[in-house]
């Protein structure tokens, strides 16, 4: 028999979004944190450019404007009401932060510093304003260490490199979640009156992505076999400045600092596609902006990469031509050593990857694999919602980027996701812990270990005529071709007959490790059968979706159709079959529109 322990709160995941959660529902509730990962591990740490709020440090700025420019972003398929809660609550977050001894860059009168991110604008001018609050290109890092510290100082309870891989649920309420030590090989039951999936993304089905090796997709593929929905798949976001072949990512600040992009015929090619902001166009419309060149032979070698340079002599000239100037009204003007201290880490990778110095030579870049705007269905309380009338599951809760709230909509802003995971983590992490207060445990299943138990039978006994690698690689490469920056119909249709045949012959793996200390092997095949259920019903999404809106981008259907789209995909799974629902998009204030930047 397993071990068991009783919880009032599990939150799974480790990262910004577990971390805050855990601090908020541990005040009043038992809580324990299970990560697969030591915490400060975390993708959360890999964030570079930093939160959004409109603190107005520099510059005037509104929540307001915050707001409005993130259901613009979402090309209108965010849910404005929990957008409007946001990034009101983005201003208070932030300050908590620092409270907490987040050590923020500053300004030179030590307020927190700002910069300028894609598709964050002053509403009045429709220039570019600085609202990206930052710790140098390290602010996903100084974010997960000081949460991290935050909980050790308040007792939070950690089991870590322990991997959830089932969720209890009896007579429709959450009951606990089944995990492995990874030490150890056990299994063990954590019963609780209320769970969190706080487990992140899952951009490791595409070749070349940004995202941690951890990214597997386990939370949504954990609950989708529980019969839970998964909400807007098909909105997926690649990144426009990808390191060239390996997919590390360069962050957005870059061209916040002054980066500009650039084909091989030299030209700034931004300017056609968004004559306002240009560079900080929003990520989708500079993705699509370099396949479209890519098309016209305007990619560098015909590789399909592109230049963005941040040496002083080009920023300088620009800020010139964009008329770009300093808050005291001076010319944007800047050394090779202020680039240097805004952007030390990215540097430091482009010397270590690809030999190349950012002050003195441009980067190749192209887009990669970046952030799930879909996920798991909450409210803005961080509470489960499992059907086209938002019926909450009582005692579940997701936060972060597997949950879908859904205030990305079909594409995220840059800064945006760090802010989601403090003001979505904390709520759901009160939330739930005043729910466990108010409720008894329900009792456990007979046999609670019997679906992991079967998985990994299954794994022990497979004929071996097929590997984990093997599937994997062609998975990514599917994805990447098919299901990537642009999509058709007959790309999609490929991809889902692609992903059945792979979802076929996975059935045959066998794990040859009969080991139980860090048997890696074992969870590297359970998490290939995530990817694969995440990959179906990515594909089998955006094929039903004949419009092109944020991220989903149809070469056959070029045009967004509010008519006929402006509402939300639910996906459930069931072995091969994917059954598709849709539900409306909140819409309070602002009426959709052609977004032009
Ligand atoms: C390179 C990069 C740069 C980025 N830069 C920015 C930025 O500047 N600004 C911004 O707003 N956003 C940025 N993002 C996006 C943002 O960082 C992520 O969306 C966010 O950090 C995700 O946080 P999270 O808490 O949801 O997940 P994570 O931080 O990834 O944490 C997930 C946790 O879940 C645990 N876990 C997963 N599966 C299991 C399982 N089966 N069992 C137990 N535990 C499990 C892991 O151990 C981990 O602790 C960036 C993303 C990347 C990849």
Redesign the pocket.
Known sequence: MANIHQFDVIV???????LMAALNASKTARTAV????Y?V????????????AALGNIEEDSPDWHTFDTVKGSDYLGDQDAIEFMCHEAVQAVLDLEHMGLPFTRTADGRIAQRPFGGHTNNVTGKPVRRSCYAADR??HMI?QTLYQQCIKNNTLFYDE????DLLLVDGKAAGVV?VELATGELHVFHAKAVIF????H?RIWEIT???Y???G??CA?TARRGIPLEDMEFFQFHPTGIFKLG??I???VRGEGGILFNAKGERFMEKYAPRIKDLASRDVISRAMYLETRAGNDVNGQRFFYLDVTPETVNKYADLDGRTRPDGTPYHVTAAEIMSKIPDIADFCLTYLGVDPTRQPIPVQPTA??AMGGIPTDKYGRVVVDEKNTVLPGLYA????ACVSVHGANRL????????VVF?KHAGLDAAAYANGADFTPLPANPTELVDETIARFQNGSGKERVAKIGSELRAEMFDNVGVFRTQESLEHAVEKVKELRERYLQVKVTDSGKIFNMEMMQTWELGNMLDLALVTAVSALARTESRGGHARDDFPARDDVNWLKHTLAWMNGDQVTLGYKPVVITKYMPKERTY
């Open positions: 799974v995941g480790g990262g910004g979004a577990g299970i990560s697969k990962l915490p591990r975390s993708h959360t740490g890999a964030a570079q450019g930093g939160i959004g602010t996903g997960l322990f991997q959830v891989m995990a706080a487990t992140g993304g951009g940004s995202n941690a951890a990214y597997t386990d939370g954990i590390i990512l962050t957005e600040a970046h952030y936060a972060g980027e597997v840059g800064t945006n996701s760090l802010v989601d995971l983590g």
